[in-house]
């Protein structure tokens, strides 16, 4: 950890310690190069700062949220919808919500390791159903390096060969909590397809890490680095090579450039002393997340650079998405009255269902997943919370009492996780008239689904409530209606934001050519969510680390041809 | 840990957070603290008012009372978890007040004392009319969103107390060498097996 840079130059500057900036990290370092990594939280080491074993009587506050962690006291990651003197707007009628972290592994602290694989039709949807655009680089290009990826990693799952569902090199998946097996059951009835999890958690020890002990606090941060986080399995063992150095509560600015358009650094604010820094890099990737590298880019403004930096197609915060989501949860009457057991295994389901429909027979263009939860988790606060939903509850006394207990792990819900096709009015754009408490400019978001992404969503409500009835449940309160967009989540809210620095292979309607190379500025690269071209029915976190992965391995071969 | 040592590192953890002078949050912290364990002292809250803390004592109690198995709320130091949570949350704090005010003023109405003097009969009359949401007239809603919010608040603090914690069974938060999934009964009781095929089922 160091709070100064030690060099007057860096081969390489990187903006942003989540996935891509830590993979770009972890590679560039160990292909020789001096790594300078600004990141806008403080350090953080899972094996020291984890509240992993905690019970919920360890704290008055048995794991409620405080300001600095929304997702509970205990949860790893530092950060917010709503971060202190880091203000964002929305245009009027928009709906969306921006989670940041501020730590050391960014939003790595914070995901369910759902790691899957883009599969080839992802790479090129525009050519199947004319939507949207193909990207610059296929499933086979990529597939090398989500191989490197699952090696260095670890992943888990099974081998099942499903059209468009990638397999990789996995380690054992854990067998299903009994609740999923249920699940299972009701899924295999209905045809829907239904198989172990895909999560970056090891259970076979991997280049020096413990495997899983199946505490299911993941979330929490993990004490013997068995799951993924940027920070400890990447930052950590990168700092070893003697070439990183991670300047924490270091706030970039904008990217600095000389007369001759090339990048030459990065400016910054450091947070503790307000002060204005400059760190010099022969290369800067930025790898802040989709819309932080937005804003930097679209606030690096110089005479070569009146749009912003890398900007002269125009496209830098267009092409905005998020993954779409909804929920139903429902009461199983068959799995009240438990008997005690460990129901923990890992920290998220064992179980999910990968797309399985062909869209050619529905209303909308593009499919989505199904995560399921459910089982005896950790009591904390909010515990069993509206018991009165349940039937035949007691309201109070000795009857209520015996229905908690009867009455918990009987709930089994379900989460659609589905693609959005880019559209014009999702976007984000420089703020003019607000600016953060450092003085740069902040992001305007506007946003709106189509009737792509609703008629997903109600196929997902119809799915979920089709499963419910299967097992014989009962759904948590009916379907919201076409008003309410069939309870489509807010924009933003599944925090899987994309696209707002798109890739391509032209240069008028795309920030970066394939290698994650800004078109106009050589020396420049992106390497978080900002260049995906599409969404997929998948989680973004494995490609986002594929693709860092490969724009690396570019940058170290055009500094050895001495190109950059 | 020394209390002393767990009082500490509570206090600064609750500082961080919010903006309470260290004396409050530290007395909190220490009477909680010292509830789980057991012998608490006679505590005085922070956030409820002399007149309110027998109130929420006994609803506590009469929301999750002991039996066979476990304590009641009190015993499990719900109302100071209680205390605490208001006090952390400035914000929320106003259903909590007016809540206690009308099922005050309704038990006073009614039977002319207050909910703490009221006997067993009378109380659960007041309850009845309260604890649940579906069948509750319209006239005592305010009551049922009180009463709602505060058995969620009693269910938070008293499942997971060690207390809770101990009689709801939850086995978990332990490392475990290997994962060899749920139990046979619990599986036959379920009707699954280990033996079914994870494989995805085709159709159409």
Same mark, same amino acid.
């Given at each position: ?122 790479? *090129?949807?525009?050519?199947? =159903?004319?939507? +949207?655009?193909?990207?610059? @680089?296929? %499933?086979?290009?990529? $597939?090398?390096?989500? /191989? ?24 054992p998946a854990p067998r299903p909590r009994c609740h999923e097996l249920v699940v299972k059951q ?10 172990p ?6 259970t ?8 899983c002990h199946y505490c299911a ?35 970039? *600015?904008?990217?600095?450039? =000389?007369?001759? +358009?090339?990048?030459?650094? @990065?400016? %910054?604010?450091?947070? $503790?002393?307000?002060? /204005? ?55 199983i009457p068959k799995l009240t009255n438990h008997m005690q057991h460990n129901c923990d295994g890992v920290?998220?389901g064992h179980i ?20 399921v939860?459910g089982g005896l988790g950790q009591p ?25 207990r009867r009455f918990w792990g009987a709930?089994v ?58 097992m ?93 | ?164 914690v101990k009689d709801i069974g939850y086995m978990g938060n332990i490392t475990l060498s290997a994962w060899d999934g749920c139990p046979e009964p619990q599986l036959a009781k379920l009707g699954v097996s280990y033996k079914m095929?994870m ?6």
């Amino acid at each position: 950890m160091h709070t100064q840079p030690k060099r007057l130059e860096y081969d390489v500057v990187i903006v942003g310690s989540g996935a891509g900036g830590g993979m770009a990290a972890h590679v560039l370092t160990q292909a020789g190069a001096n790594v300078l990594m600004l990141e806008a939280g403080g350090w953080w080491d899972n094996t020291k700062d984890s509240q992993m074993m905690k019970m919920p009587y360890d704290s008055p506050r048995r794991g409620a949220s405080t300001p600095e962690r929304p997702f509970g006291e205990f949860d790893a990651c530092v950060g917010g919808w709503q971060l202190p003197g880091e203000p964002y707007t929305k245009a009027p009628g928009t709906k969306f919500d921006w989670w940041r972290g501020r730590m050391l592994g960014g939003r790595t602290n914070h995901w369910g390791r759902i790691s899957l694989r883009f599969g080839p039709d992802d790479f *090129r949807r525009k050519s199947i =159903d004319g939507l +949207g655009d193909d990207w610059p @680089v296929t %499933y086979n290009e990529v $597939a090398p390096y989500y /191989d490197q990826v699952d090696k260095l990693i670890g992943i888990f799952g099974s081998v099942e060969k499903l059209p468009n569902h990638p397999d990789g090199i996995f380690q054992p998946a854990p067998r299903p909590r009994c609740h999923e097996l249920v699940v299972k059951q009701a899924a295999d009835r209905l045809g829907v397809w239904c198989i172990p999890s895909r999560l970056s958690i090891i259970t076979k020890p991997t280049n020096g890490r413990a495997p899983c002990h199946y505490c299911a606090q993941c979330n929490r941060g993990c004490m013997t680095n068995s799951n993924f986080t940027s920070g400890n399995v990447l930052l950590i063992p990168a700092t070893k090579t003697g070439r990183l150095t991670v300047v924490t509560n270091a706030m970039a *600015r904008e990217v600095t450039v =000389d007369a001759k +358009g090339n990048a030459t650094g @990065v400016s %910054y604010v450091d947070k $503790a002393s307000g002060k /204005d820094l400059h760190v010099k890099g022969r290369v800067v990737v930025l790898a802040a997340s989709a819309c932080e590298s937005a804003r930097i880019m679209l606030n690096s403004k110089s005479s070569r650079f009146p749009q912003g930096i890398g900007n002269s197609s125009g496209v830098v915060g267009k092409y905005l998405t998020d993954t779409t989501g909804t929920d139903v949860g429902g009461f199983i009457p068959k799995l009240t009255n438990h008997m005690q057991h460990n129901c923990d295994g890992v920290g998220g389901g064992h179980i999910y269902m990968p797309w399985w429909v062909n869209n050619k027979k529905l209303n909308f263009p593009r499919g989505y997943h199904i995560e399921v939860w459910g089982g005896l988790g950790q009591p904390s606060y909010g515990f069993m919370g509206g018991i009165e939903n349940y039937p035949n509850f007691s309201g109070y006394g000795a009857g209520l009492k015996e229905d908690y207990r009867r009455f918990w792990g009987a709930t089994v819900g379900f989460s659609g996780r589905g693609e959005m096709i880019p559209n014009a009015d999702s976007y984000c754009e420089i703020d003019t008239a607000q600016k953060d408490k450092w003085g740069i400019p902040v992001l305007k978001f506007h946003w709106k689904w189509s009737d792509y992404e609703t008629n997903q969503v109600k196929h997902m409500q119809e799915t979920f409530r089709t499963l419910i009835a299967e097992m014989g449940g009962e759904v948590w309160g009916a379907m919201p209606g076409k008003d309410k967009g069939y309870g489509i989540s807010n924009g933003g809210s599944i925090i899987h934001e994309l696209g707002t620095v798109r890739m391509g292979n032209d240069p008028r309607t795309s920030a970066l050519n394939a290698h994650q190379q800004a078109w106009d500025c050589k020396n420049l690269f992106v390497a978080d969510g900002g260049p995906f071209v599409s969404q997929a029915d998948k989680n973004p976190t494995w490609t986002i680390l594929a693709l860092a992965w490969r724009t690396a391995d570019y940058i170290t071969q055009q500094r050895k041809a001495g190109a950059l | 840990m020394q209390r002393r040592d767990v009082v500490k590192l509570m206090a600064a953890a609750s500082l961080a957070a919010i903006g309470l002078g260290a004396p409050e949050v530290a007395r909190a912290a220490e009477h909680a603290q010292a509830a789980l364990q057991g012998g608490a002292p006679a505590y005085t809250p922070i956030f409820f008012t002399k007149t309110e803390w027998p109130v929420v004592r006994s609803l506590a109690d009469l929301v999750i009372p002991k039996d066979a198995r476990s304590g009641g709320a009190t015993d499990a130091g719900v109302p100071e978890f209680m205390d605490f949570i208001m006090n952390e949350n400035p914000g929320s704090q106003k259903w909590m007040r007016d809540g206690l005010k009308w099922l005050t003023a309704e038990h006073r109405t009614r039977f002319n004392r207050d909910f703490v003097q009221g006997s067993a009969a009378q109380q659960r009359e007041v309850l009845n009319d309260i604890a649940f949401p579906k069948k509750a007239k319209p006239a005592f809603k305010a009551g049922v969103e009180f009463f709602t919010r505060f058995r969620d608040l009693t269910s938070s603090g008293f499942w997971t107390s060690r207390m809770g914690v101990k009689d709801i069974g939850y086995m978990g938060n332990i490392t475990l060498s290997a994962w060899d999934g749920c139990p046979e009964p619990q599986l036959a009781k379920l009707g699954v097996s280990y033996k079914m095929s994870m494989r995805a089922v085709r159709k159409g």
